[in-house]
């Protein structure tokens, strides 16, 4: 079964202190790679697509990069208004065009 | 920007009744999908529609779920017969092509 796993559960930082979040996965043939950003009680908002490994795509202080088992999801110089949960999702070849989605990484700012 | 958008934003049923979850997908995408979310959990995929037929489900998408495309903006989620676990929150998303997908602010069913 297609798994994806991300680390950390959860992550505590001060304003300013940049970090990464970890989403692994493993499925027969990589179609795509989604980060989105959930705020409590809402729906997930679109971040990042990654296709191939090498890819990288930035916005503001985030950055998703990709290799054939992994991707990070950067974040530099976060401010408390980046306090959300990532989630992560894939999307196989061989499994039409449903998501999977990690269990996300709930992230805290502090001022 | 457009945007999916949901109604309601909350919906309180007793167990056993049937509930329709609405949804306004983004006017110009083509693939719809409904997911949830049970508290605490991961999103999970329950349907794909493109064409106005299902592409793909679930496991969890069993014979007391259904959707439909009753007009050229509305897509519809039923659960004929509503359990206690399926309380959760309900997110309608859409696709242009089978690729990235817009997620709408989710309702949240509760399940008495």
């Known amino acids: 079964e297609d798994q994806v796993t991300q680390s950390p559960e959860a992550l505590r930082l001060q304003e300013g202190e940049s970090s990464s979040l970890n989403c692994s996965y493993t499925?027969?043939?990589?179609?795509?790679l989604f980060w989105y950003r959930q705020d409590p009680g809402k729906g997930p908002e679109f971040l990042f697509t990654?296709?191939?490994a090498g890819e990288e795509k930035e916005k503001e202080r985030l950055k998703a990069t990709l290799t054939k088992k992994e991707s990070f999801l950067h974040i530099t110089a976060p401010k408390p208004e980046d306090s959300a949960t990532y989630l992560c999702?894939?999307?196989?070849?061989?499994?039409?065009?449903?998501?999977?989605f990690g269990t996300g990484t709930s992230l805290t700012v502090i001022p | 920007e457009p945007e999916v958008t949901q109604t309601p934003s909350h919906q309180v049923t007793q167990m056993g009744q049937e509930v329709i979850l609405r949804c306004v997908p983004i006017s110009n995408h083509l693939y719809f999908y409904w997911y949830r979310q049970i508290l605490g959990q991961k999103v999970e995929f329950l349907v794909s529609f493109y064409n106005n037929e299902i592409s793909e489900k679930s496991e969890i998408f069993d014979d007391q779920f259904s959707v439909e495309r009753p007009d050229g903006s509305n897509f519809t989620l039923k659960i004929r017969s509503t359990k206690l676990e399926d309380s959760a929150m309900y997110f309608c998303?859409?696709?242009?092509?089978?690729?990235?997908?817009?997620f709408g602010p989710g309702t949240r069913l509760t399940v008495l």
């Open positions: 999702a894939v999307q196989a070849r061989d499994t039409g065009n449903q998501f999977y």
């Open positions: 499925v027969s043939g990589l179609r795509g």
């Open positions: 990654l296709y191939s």
């Open positions: 998303a859409s696709s242009v092509e089978t690729d990235t997908q817009y």
